[in-house]
T-cell receptor, first 114, second 111 residues
Framework: KAGVTQTPRYLIKTRGQQVTLSCSPI?????VSWYQQTPGQGLQFLFE?????QRNKGNFPGRFSGRQFSNSRSEMNVSTLELGDSALYLC?????WGKGYEQYFGPGTRLTVT | AQSVTQLDSQVPVFEEAPVELRCNYS??????LFWYVQYPNQGLQLLLK??????LVKGINGFEAEFNKSQTSFHLRKPSVHISDTAEYFC?????????FGQGTELSVKP
């Protein structure tokens, strides 16, 4: 079974631009979560989608948004990029939504904002 | 809100020596705990999980962890490490549908 895939793997953007990252979950998984990883803040939860509905949201500004499609693929968008948005963005999928279900992570998208 | 504390940011160890990576959690309710490993330039890989039942949990690559409710700990152990175990290790607790991670422990295995 193919794992979680994320595209693109690397991205360089300029401050003020916007960016869209894509995630394809493991086949059959309906829950997709997004995390931001930075050296200073570590791994922080962004949001989670299940069956096209946002179930949970982390403490990030409204510039960060996401959505999930009927085939469970998910995208996250960051508008008006700031230097501090430079990070590794990780997507994870799970077969179900809720406490205790293990999440399988993709390789991440490395975003650099200049 | 739940939180996770990894007590060591870096752990250097020689090859074939035993290692313990420490993790404490804060929660007054039942917890679901995980250990993940991250190799350079890669995503996170699940090593093991504790949901309920036996407090000693065995995972992949020879790792195991012990859930200790009274000490609110979930330490990761391996009796003999290899160079290939060099990576960053994250302890996490499940809260609703999200994972709350510790700050990570860099395990460096030296020959």
């Amino acid at each position: 079974k193919a794992g979680v895939t994320q595209t693109p793997r690397y991205l360089i953007k300029t401050r003020g631009q916007q960016v869209t990252l894509s995630c394809s979950p493991i086949s059959g998984h309906r829950s997709v979560s997004w995390y931001q990883q930075t050296p200073g803040q570590g791994l922080q939860f962004l949001f989670e989608y299940f069956s096209e509905t946002q179930r949970n949201k982390g403490n990030f500004p409204g510039r960060f948004s996401g959505r999930q499609f009927s085939n469970s693929r998910s995208e996250m968008n960051v508008s008006t990029l700031e230097l501090g948005d430079s990070a590794l963005y990780l997507c994870a999928s799970s077969s179900r939504w809720g406490k205790g279900y293990e999440q399988y992570f993709g390789p991440g998208t490395r975003l650099t904002v200049t | 809100a739940q939180s996770v504390t990894q007590l060591d940011s870096q752990v250097p160890v020689f090859e074939e020596a035993p290692v313990e990576l420490r993790c404490n959690y804060s929660s007054s309710v039942s917890v679901y705990l995980f250990w993940y490993v991250q190799y350079p330039n890669q995503g996170l890989q699940l090593l093991l999980k504790y949901l309920s039942g036996s407090t000693l949990v065995k995972g992949i690559n020879g790792f195991e962890a012990e859930f200790n409710k009274s000490q609110t700990s979930f330490h990761l152990r391996k009796p003999s490490v290899h160079i290939s175990d060099t990576a960053e290790y994250f302890c996490a607790v499940s809260q609703g549908g999200k994972l709350i991670f510790g700050q990570g422990t860099e395990l460096s295995v030296k020959p």
